[in-house]
């Protein structure tokens, strides 16, 4: 038989080295993080020095950066599993070395006093467990909060709201890349379907798009751009971006469109923006399609001021004489939903938009 008090001091000592261990991991995966972080903020620098190279098209060099980030983001899944596995046996032997230490060492007679020195166990207890809470999310940053202050996630590349009120970049800048454009196509016998397409996936802002000839309005959709393009297949991680995006905003019934020529007025409203950003297309009919004649006009509409508290759209002031803006969108609710409306331009008449966006 082992002596006791021999067998409680070797396996005191064993205890203390797995702590000890456990904190070398610990460190380990600290220098890893901030090794991943510097090279991160290095590409975050140059997908945001690029956006404002708004004269020449650079979605290509965008879209490569964004596929860059989520590259250096993701730590590799099997020494991930590892380092977990590792701190979970670790923290399993730690526990049972601190029952088996009471167990042998202890006379169990229940007292108060007993729950002091119960207590500082059942403390370091937890702070093992948060320890463990604290490594798990560094290693896997997706779809938790501790990390997102220093590494955003790659999807957050793509989102204007982020991108404007966390890095403080222009959205005109950035939505230059997306290289927005509007057409209208046949659907069926008897309607057309209004398309928004963008050559870079930009997303996560309020939107308003009225379609008229002169005086007399043919199409209304307001809604909340949010894209989400699955998970990769190999990782299982969001896919952060996508090329020549598609996105169906509505239907125009045939018999409304009877002229050659419409024009488009398209209102961005980021999140953490005051002013939103106004695109003015020119359509013309080629076949039996409706393109953009030119490139569209861009500009940042002052005379509209409006704020995003969470999910409701409020609009502040609106001397900019948009039709049907106040009575459609005044306090609308952001839910990712795509809203359209033919005459009667009035609440009651939109109807939502469930087609899906596609890429082509």
Same mark, same amino acid.
């Given at each position: 038989?082992?002596?006791?008090?021999?067998?409680? %001091?070797?396996?005191?000592? +064993?205890? &203390?080295?797995?702590?000890?261990?456990?904190?070398?991991?610990?460190?380990?995966?600290? !220098?890893?993080?901030?090794?991943?972080?510097?090279?991160?903020?290095?590409?975050?620098?140059?997908?945001?020095?690029?956006?404002?190279?708004?004269?020449?098209?650079?979605?290509?060099?965008?879209?490569?950066?964004?596929?860059?980030?989520?590259?250096?983001?993701?730590?590799?899944?099997?020494?991930?599993?590892?380092?977990?596995?590792?701190?979970?046996?670790?923290?399993?032997?730690?526990?049972?070395?601190?029952?088996?230490?009471? @167990?042998?060492?202890?006379?169990? @007679?229940?007292?108060?006093? /007993?729950?002091?020195?119960?207590?500082?166990?059942?403390?370091?207890?937890?702070?093992?467990?948060?320890?463990?809470?604290?490594?798990?999310?560094?290693?896997?940053?997706?779809?938790?909060?501790?990390?997102?202050?220093?590494?955003?996630?790659?999807?957050? /590349?793509?989102?204007?709201?982020?991108?404007?009120?966390?890095?403080?970049?222009?959205?005109?800048?950035?939505? %230059?890349?997306?290289?927005?454009?509007?057409?209208?196509?046949?659907?069926?016998?008897?309607? &057309?379907?209004?398309?928004?397409?963008?050559?870079?996936?930009?997303?996560?802002?309020?939107?308003? !798009?009225?379609?008229?000839?002169?005086?007399?309005?043919?199409?209304?959709?307001?809604?909340?751009?949010? +894209?989400?393009?699955?998970?990769?297949?190999?990782?299982?991680?969001?896919?952060?971006?996508?090329?020549?995006?598609?996105?169906?905003?509505?239907?125009?019934?045939? @018999? +409304?469109?009877?002229?050659?020529?419409?024009?488009?007025?398209?209102?961005?409203?980021? %999140?953490?923006?005051?002013?939103?950003?106004?695109?003015?297309?020119?359509?013309?009919?080629?076949?039996?399609?409706?393109?953009?004649?030119?490139?569209?006009?861009?500009?940042?509409?002052?005379?509209?001021?409006?704020?995003?508290?969470?999910?409701?759209?409020?609009?502040?002031?609106?001397?900019?004489? +948009?039709?049907?803006?106040?009575?459609?969108?005044? @306090?609308?609710?952001?839910?990712?939903?795509?809203? &359209?409306?033919?005459?009667?331009?009035?609440?009651?008449?939109?109807?939502?938009?469930?087609?899906?966006?596609?890429?082509?």
């Amino acid at each position: 038989m082992f002596d006791v008090q021999s067998y409680l %001091r070797v396996l005191t000592s +064993i205890n &203390a080295a797995l702590i000890t261990l456990l904190g070398s991991v610990g460190i380990f995966v600290s !220098l890893t993080v901030q090794r991943r972080v510097e090279r991160l903020q290095d590409i975050l620098e140059e997908f945001l020095d690029l956006s404002y190279q708004s004269d020449t098209n650079i979605t290509g060099k965008m879209y490569k950066l964004i596929e860059k980030y989520q590259m250096h983001y993701l730590f590799p899944d099997t020494p991930g599993r590892l380092i977990i596995q590792y701190i979970n046996l670790t923290i399993a032997v730690v526990v049972i070395s601190w029952a088996s230490i009471l @167990t042998l060492g202890s006379r169990w @007679t229940f007292s108060i006093s /007993l729950l002091f020195y119960v207590l500082p166990i059942f403390m370091g207890l937890g702070i093992l467990v948060f320890y463990r809470y604290l490594l798990k999310n560094t290693i896997y940053p997706f779809g938790n909060y501790l990390m997102s202050p220093l590494i955003p996630p790659p999807v957050m /590349l793509r989102s204007v709201s982020f991108l404007s009120s966390y890095v403080n970049v222009s959205v005109k800048s950035i939505l %230059r890349q997306a290289r927005l454009r509007l057409l209208i196509k046949p659907h069926n016998e008897n309607k &057309a379907k209004v398309v928004l397409k963008e050559e870079l996936s930009f997303d996560d802002y309020f939107y308003y !798009l009225f379609i008229a000839r002169e005086d007399s309005p043919v199409f209304v959709a307001y809604g909340e751009l949010k +894209i989400s393009f699955g998970n990769e297949s190999i990782t299982g991680k969001p896919i952060p971006a996508a090329k020549n995006v598609n996105i169906p905003l509505g239907y125009i019934p045939f @018999t +409304i469109l009877t002229h050659d020529e419409y024009e488009a007025r398209f209102f961005i409203f980021p %999140r953490g923006e005051k002013h939103p950003l106004e695109y003015l297309f020119k359509l013309k009919k080629q076949g039996n399609i409706f393109v953009m004649a030119e490139e569209p006009e861009i500009s940042v509409n002052y005379m509209t001021t409006y704020h995003i508290d969470k999910d409701r759209f409020r609009v502040i002031e609106e001397n900019a004489d +948009i039709p049907f803006f106040r009575s459609l969108v005044g @306090t609308a609710v952001l839910n990712t939903g795509r809203y &359209a409306c033919n005459e009667p331009f009035q609440p009651e008449n939109a109807y939502n938009c469930a087609d899906d966006i596609y890429i082509e």
